[in-house]
């Protein structure tokens, strides 16, 4: 035997009938405050200023970045020649 049973009322109304809170306020909350997150966050996608924060760096970064790249070849190279 198969029983369907159909029943027509709003989210607000099943969460009440099943005795669920109402989380209205927190969620209307929540995404506000994820909306203030990503519009701060935007700003920092811009391609003008991952430039800037790639820049800043300077280059020292990449002197210490190609010096740590040598010693691991020269390590890798050394290795192998001493076994």
């Known amino acids: 035997m198969k029983v369907t049973v159909e029943i027509d009322c709003t989210p607000q109304e099943a969460r009440t009938f099943l005795g669920l809170p109402d989380v209205t306020t927190l969620n209307d909350h ?7 997150r990503m519009d701060a966050n935007m700003a920092a996608l811009a391609p003008e200023e991952l430039m800037k924060t790639w820049m800043s760096f ?14 691991a070849a020269t390590g890798a190279m050394g290795g192998s020649k001493g076994k």
Do not use: S
Request: hydrophobic share 50%.
């Open 30 to 36: 929540m995404m506000a405050e994820m909306q203030k």
């Open 58 to 71: 300077g280059m020292g970064a990449q002197e210490q970045f190609r010096k740590l790249m040598t010693a």
